[in-house]
C-alpha cells in the first residue's frame, strides 16, 4: 500500500487489482466464526434487489445497532459480496463487534438511472426497519454507511430535498470515498459511469450532486476520505462537509485515512487494521447513544 499510495491516481485499474491481490488471502482468513448469515433476501422485485444479513450467533441481551452497508461500483458495476468477500468483511467485522450487519445489492446503470440508487437505498432501509428485529436488531439505531457510489447513493437519500423518502429510518450516514459531485472531466477514470447514471447533459450535474444539498439534512454525518484517492473524490468529501457545516453552523464528523487509497479503505476491514472501524462506532455513539437500560 505504501508503494501504490502516492502513483495511485497514474493507473487506478491496475492498482486496483494490485490492492485486490494483496488482501485477498487476508479477506479469504478472516475472522468469520460465530457469525449466522442470511443470503439474497429480497427488499423489492428485482432480481439486484436483495440484502445479505449478518448477525451474532446465540442469544443477545437487548437489541443490536444496525450497519447497513451500500458498496460501490462506479455506479455500473459491482454486487454486495465484492472480490474475495471484500464488503462481505466489512459486515462480518460490524457482526463481531455486536452489530447486525445488512449489505445492501442494487440495481446499476444504464438500466437504473439517477435517482434509482437512491430509491433503493430508500427501499433497503424501509425492508431493514420493518426486519431487523427479526434477527436481534434495532430498527431505530440503523447506521446507514456507502461507499464510493454506494456514498452517492446514501448521499442522495439523506441529503436531495426533491426524494420523498428523504433520509427515512436512518439514525446517521457515513460518507466513505464517495462521488459527491457528478462530472465527466477528463482526470475522472469513471467518467463513463457517471454519464451512464447521471446522463450525458453536464448542465445536469450540478443539482443532482448531493454537494448542491448540504442544507437538506439535519441527519448525523460521518465523512471519510482516503489520503490517496480517485481524482477529486477528496476535493468532493471537503466540499460536502463545507456544505454541510455551513448549513448547520458545525462541521461534521471528518476523518482521512493516512496510507489508504480508493479501495483499500474498506478492503481492510476484519483485518488486524481497525481504526476506521472503531472511529465509525464511535461516531455512532455519539450520534445515537445506546438507549439506557430498563430498570425495575
Same mark, same amino acid.
Given at each position: ?17 494490485? &490492492? ?26 428485482? #432480481? ?7 448477525? #451474532? ?13 451500500? =458498496? ?13 468477500? +471484500?464488503?462481505? /468483511? &466489512? ?8 452489530? &447486525?450487519?445488512? /449489505? ?42 456507502? =461507499? ?20 427515512? =429510518? ?9 462521488? +459527491? ?6 482526470? /475522472? ?76 479503505? &474498506? ?16 461516531? +455512532? ?12
Amino acid at each position: 500500500m505504501a508503494r501504490i499510495g502516492p502513483i495511485w491516481g497514474s493507473d487506478i485499474r491496475t492498482h486496483s487489482a494490485l &490492492v485486490k491481490e494483496a488482501y485477498a488471502p487476508l479477506l479469504r482468513d478472516a475472522p468469520k466464526a460465530g457469525i449466522d448469515v442470511h443470503r439474497d433476501l429480497p427488499y423489492g422485485s428485482h #432480481p439486484r434487489q436483495v440484502v445479505d444479513v449478518f448477525s #451474532p450467533a446465540g442469544p443477545t441481551r437487548g437489541a443490536r445497532p444496525v450497519a447497513v452497508f451500500v =458498496h460501490g461500483g462506479a455506479f455500473i458495476r459491482g454486487d454486495k459480496n465484492g472480490p474475495e468477500g +471484500l464488503y462481505d /468483511n &466489512v459486515l462480518y467485522w460490524f457482526a463481531r463487534q455486536g452489530f &447486525v450487519g445488512v /449489505n445492501v445489492e442494487y440495481r446499476l446503470a444504464p438500466e437504473s438511472v439517477h435517482p434509482g440508487g437512491a430509491d433503493d437505498v430508500a427501499a433497503a432501509i424501509r425492508w431493514a426497519h420493518g426486519n431487523v428485529h427479526r434477527f436481534g436488531g434495532d430498527p431505530d439505531r440503523l447506521l446507514l454507511i456507502g =461507499h464510493s457510489a454506494g456514498g452517492t447513493h446514501v448521499a442522495s437519500f439523506a441529503f436531495d430535498p426533491g426524494l420523498p423518502h428523504r433520509g427515512a =429510518h436512518a439514525a446517521a450516514i457515513v460518507l466513505i470515498s464517495a462521488r +459527491l459531485r457528478a462530472d465527466t472531466l477528463p482526470e /475522472n477514470p469513471n467518467a463513463a459511469g457517471v454519464a451512464a447514471y447521471f446522463g450525458t447533459d453536464p448542465a445536469a450535474y450540478g443539482p443532482c450532486s448531493p454537494v448542491a444539498h448540504g442544507d437538506g439534512s439535519g441527519l448525523p454525518t460521518m465523512i471519510v476520505i482516503a489520503e490517496h484517492e480517485n481524482p477529486l473524490l477528496d476535493l468532493y468529501g471537503l466540499e460536502m462537509a463545507h456544505a454541510i457545516a455551513v448549513a448547520r453552523r458545525r462541521a461534521p464528523r471528518i476523518l482521512t485515512m493516512p496510507g489508504h487509497n480508493h479501495l483499500s479503505i &474498506v478492503a481492510h476491514f476484519n483485518t488486524a487494521e481497525e481504526r476506521l472501524g472503531r472511529a465509525i462506532i464511535d461516531f +455512532l455513539e455519539s450520534a445515537a447513544p445506546r438507549p439506557a437500560p430498563v430498570t425495575a
